[in-house]
């Protein structure tokens, strides 16, 4: 492979992503775990700037580390663990380590003819465009329109708002508590009024 | 100064990362030195609405006071707080600052004069403002220290809750221009986008004031409770980076604010290609200055809100608000013929005014409500506990029950 | 601006009978804010109605008599309205509606009854029938979340009951980590092909295997993950640790739909884009499909778990999670038989047989656990069927009907199912598969009339509650499962006209 600035770019942030994510796993203290997951999403925010999709790296930086691992924290936050560093109880990681690592040497054992036979061919598509110069610069209307034109992805983007829907219904069912009186919801604040006419 | 350095002998892709180096050198540095003189007129301006002198020893008017502090803080001692997380703790104060940098890149300044005018540079403010949410929680959590923690923790509601009007407020003018890049915004405001729609203005600046966590909206620090909340183990620079960060975020609203509704760096019947780009920076600076001047006014004027009045605020008054304002925005751009080729002053009035006629029928509509729900609320508690004071206009006790 | 094409060219008339489902719920959502706590059998009623009206319609669409939601394609190939698309949406419709009939009084005297739990049914049934219609990879990944995460919840709508609770995590844990292999593989996909259209993926697959472009290594690994994701959600070995936990701790008429349409929806989600989009996918021109060894392996694997270890559960909504394993392997070598291009399309109309008659025996079977289930969700044990036979003597008769039908006796839709499965796979070639499917039915013998057994040669004091929808939904069901059993040929039409392979 010919080493040039894209390369090194992605290279750079391709271990940005997967130490992260590694990091996600091996560390012992769930804060820090939180923090790798934002820097590893942050990460592939940065192979989507690499991949021309400005709009993809922004909606990722804004959606999963400003929203959804902000959230992951405060719920870590709110656990009596947070301030523990976890410890391994269980023995039987070794185990697992040598499954694993012989499920993988049987897969490259098993494939490798596999992949010979069919060569680096394989592994590459045709469709992609060869110069990034190709690639449409205003791409961010294109994908906005594609989303709402019947003609392309107006049907699965109608679904998805559906499947939101369902999934809301289902937060607020789940964590309503089952006696509460559905009237009270008019004044939920209803604990804290007495200490403004006190 | 790109052709100059090509021109001595540098090649292309140098010259150009050259330049860019030494853009961003000037905008981080005159961005913190800006805030020397900022944090001197903040206080100032505090002082006279709340009565006082403000600072007026060191120097002229006390122009030298944030110089003299500033120089204090670098000579504090430098405090890490037994079992603190030292990385987080000392990431917290640089990543605040840096958040608040990072928003200046595609700010346009004038003509031309602009970092890097993304295409999607409405959802790249979005995005660095995010990382400035790490920063607290980094801080909070980093700390060791309950009252920081539960600053914090009010951060993550406060302002993952505030970001949803705040973006539905900054859709309207992307909707209205057709673009999310900033500068464009700035040139397609014939008329600015304040004048027609006004109430956007206000649910942007009112979510942006719960974003920067200022009075009235101060509860991540709100000292009666929790002494001064995520920042509170802090001292020395690092807290100044805090502070500094706080301030620029704070101008950096009323820049965007300018940028986003009042025409940015355009100069009122001057058409954008006739504007010297110098003139147009003065023109921002001073909007921006004006914008900051109400968000002091604010900040000076009114109480701290209770946490759960600030959440109900948000979800039960701005949110639904922002929506609908922003359905009637959408509906009326299209209905109105040819809003999408405007071109001068001329072509953007007849949508301006039509508008400004919906925000203002939306204002009515919605104070009638909230005048409505206000007097049942009221009549509601006099039943309870008794008449509250100014129960004037409430109604007959046993109305709203 | 674009240009806005006219109805006509989207052919919005052919995704009618979903449209439908998903406006009348969404109103459904609505009215049920008014309609009081304690009168939510209004609610019920409502989404019977609703799902009656489409159902007769769908069955009247599948007899060709009325044109309702036909004409191909929409929305320029991203929903396929064929004789597949309309048997699904039948098999979906029927389960929706003995779901609604199974859960009213279960949730009234188990307190749990709200109006959520009717629009949740209906957004899965919504999520089955896309999942039937797809057209592009988009549409199937979208639907299988659709039908999947109103199941999570409604697993959990025992709150504050800890079974239930933890069937309902266990299910969204594991669940969200298939939806991530399927998306994988879909991009996997969409990376050696250069689009996720079901009909240009398979043009595309045919270059790659005639040589002609590359990326056959790509287009593998994306095949193999999309298969593990819906591997996942029909509950095929070895992604079926969740199914015995998952059953037994959601409340029982949820299971009794779940397992149902989960199914159902998987092997459509299957038959679209392993026996259509990816039908020629050999690694040399003329072979069966690339797949085929590993479904039927798959199967294989399944069969054999599902049927072995349920011969020693004790507990009856256990028993039959790992039945319904045991079933999605008959399945599985239906699809795997789909692989031979000769066969694909007597192996897709299998799949369909045998859904259908799994879809009235399992809601069946499931509504008699809820008959004897007691309020506090005990009772569930295979002692619970002990004495049946001389207290509710058509309960009873019900109950051995559908373990017959479970096991595969003739007369009885599951025979029906399974002798068309076992056609197709002996017609592909797939002797080892036909042949271990015909002995785990026998073993599972042992376990479905174990239950009869209990039934009707031990005595115990039995408790049942058969309140009249529920009876009717026993009743429908067992009806169904005798007709279809007796008179096979209204299966065979039913599916005669369906056929997945593009082009020929």
């Not at chain 3, 609505?30 to 209004?42: E, G, M, N, S, Y």
Request: glycine fraction near 8%.
């Amino acid at each position: 492979m010919e080493i040039t600035v894209e390369a090194i770019v992605f290279l750079v942030f391709s271990a940005i992503t997967l130490g992260g994510a590694l990091q996600v796993v091996l560390t012992r203290n769930l804060f820090h775990a939180a923090l790798y997951l934002m820097l590893s999403l942050f990460g592939v925010a940065g192979l989507f700037v690499l991949l021309t999709a400005p709009f993809l790296a922004g909606a990722q930086v804004v959606i999963y580390i400003g929203a959804i691992t902000i959230l992951i924290i405060f719920a870590i936050m709110l656990t009596p663990q947070v301030t523990r560093v976890l410890k391994v109880h269980h023995t039987q990681w070794p185990v697992a380590l040598a499954l694993a690592a012989l499920l993988f040497v049987g897969l490259v054992w098993t494939q490798t003819p596999l992949a010979d036979e069919l060569g680096a061919d394989g592994w590459s598509a045709d469709f992609t465009v060869e110069d990034p110069a190709d690639v449409p610069a205003d791409s961010l209307t294109d994908l906005g329109k594609s989303l709402v034109d019947p003609e392309r992805y107006m049907l699965p983007f109608e679904a998805a708002s559906l499947l939101l829907m369902a999934a809301l219904i289902g937060a607020v069912l789940l964590v309503n508590r089952p006696d509460d009186n559905p009237d009270a919801e008019a004044a939920p604040a209803a604990g804290a009024r007495p200490d403004q006419s006190g | 100064m790109t052709d100059t350095l090509v021109d001595i002998g540098l090649s292309h892709d140098l010259a150009v990362l050259i330049a860019k180096l030494v853009g961003v050198f000037v905008v981080a540095t005159c961005g913190l030195l800006w805030t020397l003189f900022g944090i001197w007129l903040e206080r100032k301006v505090s002082g006279r609405l709340q009565d006082r002198l403000g600072p007026n020893r060191v120097g002229p008017f006390g122009l030298f006071q944030t110089l003299a502090d500033t120089i204090k803080i670098l000579l504090k001692e430098d405090l890490v707080p037994d079992g603190a997380d030292r990385w987080l703790f000392n990431l917290a104060p640089v990543l605040s600052t840096f958040s608040v940098l990072l928003l200046w890149v595609v700010i346009p300044f004038s003509a031309g004069w602009i970092g890097t005018d993304l295409s999607i540079g409405v959802l790249y403010l979005l995005a660095a403002g995010s990382l400035g949410m790490v920063a607290t929680l980094m801080a909070g959590w980093g700390s060791n220290n309950k009252y920081a923690l539960l600053g914090a923790f009010r951060a993550v509601a406060q302002l993952i809750s505030y970001e949803v009007p705040m973006v539905l407020a900054m859709l309207v003018p992307v909707l209205m221009t057709g673009s999310m890049s900033l500068q464009a915004i700035v040139e397609g405001q014939y008329i600015a986008y304040g004048l027609a729609i006004p109430l956007t203005v206000f649910i942007f600046l009112a979510s942006s004031l719960a974003e920067i966590g200022r009075a009235p909206f101060d509860l991540l620090e709100a000292e009666s409770e929790l002494v001064a909340g995520f920042h509170i183990e802090y001292s020395g620079m690092k807290f100044g980076l805090f502070y500094v960060a706080e301030f620029l975020h704070a101008f950096t609203v009323g820049v965007l604010a300018t940028v986003l509704f009042l025409g940015g760096w355009r100069i009122p019947f001057v058409s954008a290609q006739d504007t010297p780009a110098l003139l147009g920076f003065g023109s921002l600076l001073i909007k921006s200055l004006l914008v900051y001047l109400v968000i002091m006014w604010v900040r000076t004027t009114l109480p701290r809100v209770r946490i759960d009045q600030i959440l109900e605020f948000n979800w039960k008054f701005l949110v639904p608000l922002s929506l609908a304002n922003l359905l009637v925005v959408a509906l009326l751009w299209k209905i109105v013929p040819d809003t999408d080729q405007i071109a001068s002053v001329n072509d953007a009035l007849l949508p301006t005014l039509v508008l400004l006629t919906a925000n203002i029928l939306l204002i009515v509509v919605t104070s009638l409500i909230l005048r409505e729900r206000g007097r049942r609320e009221r009549a509601h508690i006099a039943a309870l506990y008794g008449p509250v004071d100014g129960a004037a206009d409430a109604a007959p006790a046993g109305v709203g029950d | 601006m674009f240009e806005v094409p006219g109805l006509g060219d989207l052919n919005v008339a052919a995704t009618l009978p979903v449209t439908s489902l998903v406006l009348g719920t969404c109103i459904l959502l609505i009215v049920d804010l008014f309609v009081p706590t304690d009168r939510k059998h209004i609610t019920a009623w409502l989404a019977a109605l609703g799902i009656g009206v489409l159902l007769v319609l769908a069955l009247l669409a599948l007899g060709e008599i009325t044109e309702f939601g036909d004409g191909e394609e929409a929305f320029s190939g991203m929903f396929v309205a064929d004789a597949f698309t309309d048997m699904i949406n039948v098999i979906a419709l029927i389960t929706a509606l003995l779901g609604v009939m199974v859960a009213y009084n279960y949730l009234e005297r188990t307190g749990i009854q709200r109006g959520e739990y009717y629009v949740l049914l209906l957004f899965a049934t919504a999520g089955v029938m896309f999942m039937g219609a797809a057209g592009d990879l988009v549409v199937v990944f979208v639907a299988l979340e659709l039908l999947s995460i109103p199941l999570y919840i409604l697993s959990g709508f025992r709150r504050p009951q800890e079974a239930s609770e933890e069937s309902a995590l266990k299910y969204f844990l594991l669940g969200a980590f298939a939806s991530g292999f399927l998306v994988y593989g879909i991009a996997l996909i969409y990376g050696a092909t250069g689009t996720t259209n079901l009909h240009d993926i398979w043009q595309a697959a045919g270059d790659i295997v005639a040589g002609h472009k590359s990326g056959r290594f790509l287009l593998l690994g994306g095949a193999g993950l999309a298969l593990v994701g819906l591997g996942f959600k029909v509950a095929a070995v070895p992604f079926h640790m969740w199914t015995p936990d998952v059953y037994q701790g959601a409340p029982t008429p949820v299971v009794a739909y779940m397992s149902v349409a989960a199914k159902a929806g998987g092997f459509a989600a299957m038959a679209r884009v392993l026996a259509s989009g990816l039908s020629n996918f050999a690694l040399d021109p003329g072979e069966a499909a690339v797949w085929q060894d590993t479904v039927w392996l798959l199967a294989i694997l399944t069969m054999l778990l599902g049927n072995v270890v349920a011969i020693v559960q004790t507990d009856l909504k256990r028993l039959l999670a790992y039945s319904s394993i045991a079933h999605a392997g008959y399945i599985l070598i239906a699809v795997a038989a789909a692989g031979t291009a000769a066969v694909a399309d007597e192996a897709v109309q299998s799949v369909a047989i045998y859904l259908m008659a799994y879809a009235l025996t399992n809601v069946g079977a499931f509504a008699v656990i809820v008959a004897v289930e007691r309020d506090d969700a005990t009772n569930t044990g295979l002692d619970s069927m002990r004495g049946l036979a001389n207290a509710r003597p058509w309960l009873a008769a019900a109950m051995a009907l559908f373990m017959f039908s479970l096991t595969g006796i003739p007369l009885t839709a599951g025979f029906v199912g399974k002798w068309f499965v076992f056609k197709a796979a002996l017609a592909a070639d797939l002797i080892p598969a036909a042949v271990v499917g015909v002995v785990t039915s026998l073993v599972s013998a042992f376990y479905y009339l174990r239950i009869v057994w209990l039934m009707y040669f031990e005595e115990s004091e039995v408790e049942v509650s058969t309140p009249w929808p529920l009876a009717w939904a026993i009743g429908v069901a067992s009806v169904g499962t005798l007709l279809l059993g007796m008179l096979p040929y209204i299966l065979t039409d039913m599916v005669r006209e369906i056929t997945l392979a593009f082009g020929g």
